[in-house]
T-cell receptor
Framework: SAVISQKPSRDICQRGTSLTIQCQVD?????MFWYRQQPGQSLTLIAT?????????ESGFVIDKFPISRPNLTFSTLTVSNMSPEDSSIYLC??????????????FGPGTRLTVT | QKEVEQNSGPLSVPEGAIASLNCTYS??????FFWYRQYSGKSPELIMF????GDKEDGRFTAQLNKASQYVSLLIRDSQPSDSATYLC???????????FGPGTSLSVIP
């Protein structure tokens, strides 16, 4: 499976500021995803990022708050803008690969733990 | 109705026992089903996937799929304390455009 790295691994930020999270994959992938996982909760999909097109956002998430870039097939960034304490969460990058068993499999990066004070 | 539902948990089993984790899904056209394990403070790790009705075994893990009942389960045989984690059921729906995750079941294996 693809090896996924994220930077930063964690950060503490002041409200009103913005943080950009980077996701790097060691192979070319078509589909990349950004998730949020709030404490004690499951994963919530923020958006799907495809190279060469605008990101597709899920209900409740907007581009002004979570702008995403996807400049090539191995890299993506997620920015959390104008942060508030409610944005404190783990942000996870994920990629989809076509597996040997004949179906799509999804793998996750290590996550970025964000705390907003 | 939520798209993917799981046992509310937490589930506690003694070491060496079989742990049974259950998941139901609402999209009858779903084709791909996954189980992820997530240790506290870590990201989800894909441990099993299943596409066809029946059982799929991998070491101590067995995934079971029944599309007619819209039910998928994960059995962990000879449970070990290192299996203590949250297990997330995930499904790719008919639209094939994204994976839907269940709320997760917390498993605790007691030595």
């Amino acid at each position: 499976s693809a090896v996924i790295s994220q930077k930063p691994s964690r950060d503490i930020c002041q409200r009103g500021t913005s943080l950009t999270i980077q996701c790097q994959v060691d192979s070319q992938v078509t589909m990349m995803f950004w998730y949020r996982q709030q404490p004690g909760q499951s994963l919530t999909l923020i958006a799907t990022a495809n190279q060469g097109s605008e990101a597709t956002y899920e209900s409740g998430f907007v581009i002004d708050k979570f702008p995403i870039s996807r400049p090539n097939l191995t890299f993506s960034t997620l920015t959390v803008s104008n942060m508030s304490p409610e944005d404190s969460s783990i942000y996870l990058c994920s990629v989809e690969e076509y597996g040997l068993a004949g179906g799509y499999e999804q793998y996750f990066g290590p996550g970025t733990r964000l705390t907003v004070t | 109705q939520k798209e993917v539902e799981q046992n509310s948990g937490p589930l506690s089993v003694p070491e060496g026992a079989i742990a049974s984790l259950n998941c139901t899904y609402s999209d009858r056209g779903s084709q791909s089903f996954f189980w992820y394990r997530q240790y506290s403070g870590k990201s989800p790790e894909l441990i099993m996937f299943i596409y066809s009705n029946g059982d799929k075994e991998d070491g101590r893990f067995t995934a079971q799929l029944n599309k007619a009942s819209q039910y998928v389960s994960l059995l962990i045989r000879d449970s070990q304390p290192s299996d203590s984690a949250t297990y997330l059921c995930a499904v790719i729906g008919t639209s094939y455009d994204k994976v839907i995750f269940g709320p997760g079941t917390s498993l605790s294996v007691i030595p």
